[in-house]
């Protein structure tokens, strides 16, 4: 054989490697876009079941038991207990308004202490602005006035946000884990073998 022969049939070679490494990209592609389509789809039923169930959005609730049942009942609440005519009230509703936003897990409620008198007395309400926050029915901490938020009237949601980070009662969804592909050069024990080389 001669070596334009061996040559053109190298280069065939070459080309249908080629070829079949394509096809078998094009197919993981479709593959990863098709699972990540099914997440995407996944994540948006979520949200809307939780914002059907007012997650989301930070709700004034009117009615002592509603309130209690909220706590119980979902997995992550921060509740606070306000007074209309308190500005420092006003100040809080403002930031948990904010968090509610951005923490679609968490349920994010309110009540004028004036409809929960059982609620004000069994939690010993009796500094304004409270904020209690629960996780699957047990209260995780509690807030009150300003004093854990730097006493000041001009605390930063991000304060606020830090607090109820480590009381666990608002967290991100994770981000699925990417899964890396490894070279098709490369062993599952690539130390040992550039060791021996």
Known sequence: MSSSAVDIELLSDDEALFEELEKEEDSEIAFMREQR???IQSELARRQTLEENKHGVYTEIFKEKEFMDITVKEKYVVGHFFHQDFRRCKIMDTHLEALAKKYYDTRFIKIDVSN??????KLLVKILPCVIAWKEGYAQTK???????????SFTTAALELKLK????????????????????????????????
């Open 37 to 39: 389509i099914k997440e």
């Open 143 to 153: 807030l009150v006035g300003f004093d854990d938020l730097g006493n000041t009237d």
């Open 166 to 197: 480590h009381a666990g009662v608002i967290k991100r969804k994770e981000d699925p884990v990417v899964q890396v592909k490894k070279s098709i050069f490369q062993s599952n024990d690539t130390d040992s073998e550039l060791e021996d080389d």
């Open 116 to 121: 929960a008198p059982f609620l004000v007395e």
